[in-house]
């Protein structure tokens, strides 16, 4: 049973950095993409940015593009997502999920475990 835990979220001023990390237990990330998604209150679901499994490719909603950063350490069964200038429409629960392979990066039905999610709060 794969376990994913996501943290780092926390309550921060517009402009300001975050860095949420998603640690695999159980059987690891390796050999999978893993997305980021997030969800605000009373919004559905939205792709955030995904990494492929060897780190060598990452995929980014345009409204991240240019301020997210996706990573992943494999070695340490975990997954980087570097947030900067942050805006309060990022203000959401961000959770990571695993990607079945061959499958679309940024539809949430490609993934098969998700995470419980981590809140980030974005102040004006």
């Known amino acids: 049973q794969v376990q994913l835990v996501e943290s780092g979220g926390g309550l921060v001023q517009a402009g300001a950095s975050l860095r949420l990390s998603c640690t695999a237990a159980g059987p690891t990330f390796s050999g999978y993409g893993v997305g980021w998604f997030r969800q605000a209150p009373g919004k559905e679901r939205e792709f955030v940015a995904a990494i492929n499994w060897d780190g060598t490719s990452s995929y980014y909603a345009d409204s991240v593009k240019g301020r997210f950063t996706v990573s992943r350490d494999n070695a340490k069964n975990t997954v980087y997502l570097q947030m900067d200038s942050l805006k309060p429409d990022d203000t959401a629960v961000y959770y990571c999920?695993?990607?079945?392979?061959?499958?679309?990066?940024?539809?949430?039905?490609?993934?098969?475990?998700w995470g419980q999610g981590t809140r980030v709060t974005v102040s004006s």
């Open positions: 999920a695993r990607r079945r392979s061959g499958t679309s990066y940024s539809a949430s039905a490609s993934y098969s475990y």
